[in-house]
Nanobody, 120 residues
Framework: QVQLVESGGGLVQPGESLRLSCAAS????????MGWYRQAPGKERELVAA???????NYVDSSKGRFTISRDNAKNTVYLQMNGLKPEDTAVYYC??????????????WGQGTQVTVSS
């Protein structure tokens, strides 16, 4: 199984930046699509950004131009650089690892989350 540990959250003012990190266990990190999700109070969990094993990225519209997802396979780590943070970015951010396997099954792992609060 894959263990995911997020770090880097905190309290910042609007316009400031944070970099989230997600450290994954195991030696098969490079085969997973990695993603960052977030869940704000009273809201459902939503995808923020994802990066495939081939390096293709996707972002939620609200984060395009502000957030950058990257991965370092040698370190089994995925990052989310968040610039120009806004109060509406406030949420618990979760790291996700996903890999499709034989017979239509999927391996799906989650970290426990890190709190990001953007407030004046």
């Amino acid at each position: 199984q894959v263990q995911l540990v997020e770090s880097g959250g905190g309290l910042v003012q609007p316009g400031e930046s944070l970099r989230l990190s997600c450290a994954a266990s195991g030696s098969i990190f490079s085969s997973y699509t990695m993603g960052w999700y977030r869940q704000a109070p009273g809201k459902e969990r939503e995808l923020v950004a994802a990066i495939t094993s081939a390096g293709r990225t996707n972002y939620v519209d609200s984060s395009k131009g502000r957030f950058t997802i990257s991965r370092d396979n040698a370190k089994n780590t995925v990052y989310l650089q968040m610039n120009g943070l806004k109060p509406e970015d406030t949420a618990v951010y979760y790291c996700n690892a996903r890999r499709w396997v034989i017979a239509g099954n999927v391996n799906d792992y989650w970290g426990q989350g890190t709190q990001v609060t953007v407030s004046s």
